[in-house]
Structures are given as C-alpha cells and as structure tokens.
C-alpha cells in the first residue's frame, strides 16, 4: 500500500536546537517526495523536493530508499519555523498524478 | 497575480443538499486537484486532473464529482453531502512547464465546509 507516515503530530524545540521532522514511506515503484509548509494563515506551499537536492530556509532532507525515510532536519531552529509541515510522496514519473500526503507535523520553536 | 482562487470560502449547508465549491487558476496549469484536510488525518486527494476531460480519483472520491471542461476551471461538486463531509478543501494546480523543474503545487486559500 502507499503511505506516507509522519510519526509525531507535535515537535516542540527551543530557538538554535537541531529539528528533526520524521517522514517514513511505504511505496511500491520509484518514489517522488517533496515537503510541504504551512505558516499561520498562509496557504500551503512547497518547501522543497527530494530530486531537487536543495536546502530551502536551511531545511535539508535526504531520500533513504533502504530505511523509506525522509526525514527533514535543520541544524538550528528559528521561531518563524514554527509552522504545519507534511510530507508528501507521488510516483517519480507521475507528476501531475496521485499525491499522497502524511498526517503532518505542527513544529513549534520556543524563544 | 498568479494565484488560485476558491468559493465560497466558507459554506454551512444541510444533509442532501447539493453543493459546487468552484476553483480556478489563471497560470494557465493542466494539473489540477482537490484535497481535503482533517485533523490527524492531514491531506487526502479526491480527485485530480491532467489537463481538459481528464480526470482521476484520488484516495478518497467516494460522494465526489469533479469535471474539468476548461484549462482554469476545476470544480468540486457535492450531490448528496453528508455530515462526514464536513472539512476543508483545498483545491491545487501545478504545470509540467516549470522551470527549473519543482512540480511545485500551487494552493487555494481552502473552503471550509459544514454539512449539518
């Protein structure tokens, strides 16, 4: 089955702690996974994806295909990180088609 | 400004009572979808569509329609609504044209939907 699996529903580090935002998979074929945020009262928006190898707002995520993991991290929390994150996944030759998201994370960064 | 834009934002209706929630996009994208968003459940796609008379269901279609006769047009159609439709939506597009390559959805503002 295809799944997407964020484990904690809520994340809460202070300002400068590591961040870690968990996102374990579950996909037959080639996968595509992307993160997405949403601030407070903004519209969801795309943070980054896996194929793009970038670093967005010093948030990093690395695809691991033998743990099914990817996993978002940024070395030194900021308060305006405080935000809805989910992880999303779609078939790597599929744009445009089903996009599965997980349950998402609520990151909160305390001063 | 490029944007996506959905009505009625928000939406009180009665059990049985047929509704259209519309969403249009002016950035000219084929790809289009509908998502709902439940507490603990996230986002779930119910139907999306890659370009003009194209469309296909997501996880979750069940009580849905969608069409999609115009590039910018995708609308969401209730016809019988039930109390487990109570949610809010959110309709997206996206365009195999970007560049660089991002396969970046764009998002709507969200309809917030209450079916008594």
Redesign the interface.
Known sequence: AQRVTQPEKLLSVFKGAPVELKCNYSYSGSPELFWYVQYSRQRLQLLLRHISRESIKGFTADLNKGETSFHLKKPFAQEEDSAMYYCALRGLYNQGGKLIFGQGTELSVKP | EAQVTQNPRYLITVTGKKLTVTCSQNMNH??M?W?RQDP??????IY?S?NVEVT?K??VPEGYKVSRKEKRNFPLILESPSPNQTSLY?C?S?S?RER?P????Y????TRLTVL
């Open positions: 084929e790809y979808s998502y603990g459940l996230g986002l779930r796609q999306y890659m296909d997501g996880d959110f997206a996206s195999p660089p991002r396969d970046t959805q998002f709507g503002p969200g």
